[in-house]
T-cell receptor, first 115, second 112 residues
Framework: AQSVTQLDSQVPVFEEAPVELRCNYS??????LFWYVQYPNQGLQLLLK??????LVKGINGFEAEFNKSQTSFHLRKPSVHISDTAEYFC?????????????FGQGTELSVKP | EAQVTQNPRYLITVTGKKLTVTCSQN?????MSWYRQDPGLGLRQIYY???????DKGDVPEGYKVSRKEKRNFPLILESPSPNQTSLYFC???????????FGSGTRLTVV
C-alpha cells in the first residue's frame, strides 16, 4: 500500500527566509502528487499538483514543488515566506488507476513563520 | 461560488445518539469522499463515492455509514457514536483524480 512521509512535523522559520517542506512517497509506479495547505479553523486548499510532464510545478502564493521520481520525493519550496504562510501543509498522493479517487495524506508539517 | 458545504461546523453529542453530518457540492462532481483528521495521523479516508448509488469503504469505515442518493449530497451517518469518533471531519469532492479534491470547511465532532 502506498504511504506518504512528511519528514518534518514542525518547521519554524523567520519571515523572508526560504523554506523547504519535505515529502517522500512509497510507490514507484505512476502517481499523482499534491500539496494542500490548511489555515487555522479552515478546510484544505490545493496549493499545487503534479500529474505528468515538467518536474517543477508552480502553485499559488509563490510556492513550487519538484517531483523527483528516482528519490520518490515531492518537496515544497518557497524562496521567501510571509507571516501569512503560517499554516499546516499536507502532501498527498493518489494512484491514477485507483477507482476510488483515494488521496493518501502525510501526517502534515506545521510551518511557523516568525517576524 | 463553487464549494463543498458541510453542516454543522461544530457538534457535541453523547455516546450512542445517532447523528448525521451533511455534505453538499454544487460543482457536479462525480467523486465525493469523507476524511477524518486526527493530530499526528493526518487525514484518513472513511468512505468514498464514485457516483450516485456507488459507495465503498476507505481506510477507517468502522462505525460510519454513507449514502449517495443524489449526485450533490453525500451525508455521513454515525449510528451509535463513541468517544473514539471525536475528530475533525472533512467532506471533499472532485471531478476526477487529476483535479485534486475540493474540501469543505470541516465539522468538529465531540462525543462525550
Amino acid at each position: 500500500a502506498q504511504s506518504v512521509t512528511q519528514l518534518d512535523s514542525q518547521v519554524p522559520v523567520f519571515e523572508e527566509a526560504p523554506v523547504e517542506l519535505r515529502c517522500n512517497y512509497s510507490s514507484s509506479v505512476s502517481v499523482y502528487l499534491f500539496w494542500y495547505v490548511q489555515y487555522p479553523n479552515q478546510g484544505l486548499q490545493l496549493l499545487l499538483k503534479y500529474l505528468s510532464g515538467s518536474t517543477l510545478v508552480k502553485g499559488i502564493n509563490g510556492f513550487e514543488a519538484e517531483f523527483n521520481k528516482s528519490q520518490t520525493s515531492f518537496h515544497l519550496r518557497k524562496p521567501s515566506v510571509h507571516i501569512s504562510d503560517t499554516a499546516e501543509y499536507f502532501c498527498a498522493v493518489s494512484d491514477p488507476g485507483n477507482q476510488g479517487g483515494k488521496l493518501i495524506f502525510g501526517q502534515g508539517t506545521e510551518l511557523s513563520v516568525k517576524p | 461560488e463553487a464549494q463543498v458545504t458541510q453542516n454543522p461546523r461544530y457538534l457535541i453529542t453523547v455516546t450512542g445518539k445517532k447523528l448525521t453530518v451533511t455534505c453538499s457540492q454544487n460543482m457536479n462532481h462525480e467523486y465525493m469522499s469523507w476524511y477524518r483528521q486526527d493530530p499526528g495521523l493526518g487525514l484518513r479516508q472513511i468512505y468514498y463515492s464514485m457516483n450516485v448509488e456507488v459507495t465503498d469503504k476507505g481506510d477507517v469505515p468502522e462505525g460510519y455509514k454513507v449514502s449517495r442518493k443524489e449526485k450533490r449530497n453525500f451525508p455521513l451517518i454515525l449510528e451509535s457514536p463513541s468517544p473514539n469518533q471525536t475528530s475533525l471531519y472533512f467532506c471533499a469532492s472532485s471531478f476526477s483524480l487529476g483535479y485534486g479534491y475540493t474540501f469543505g470547511s470541516g465539522t468538529r465532532l465531540t462525543v462525550v
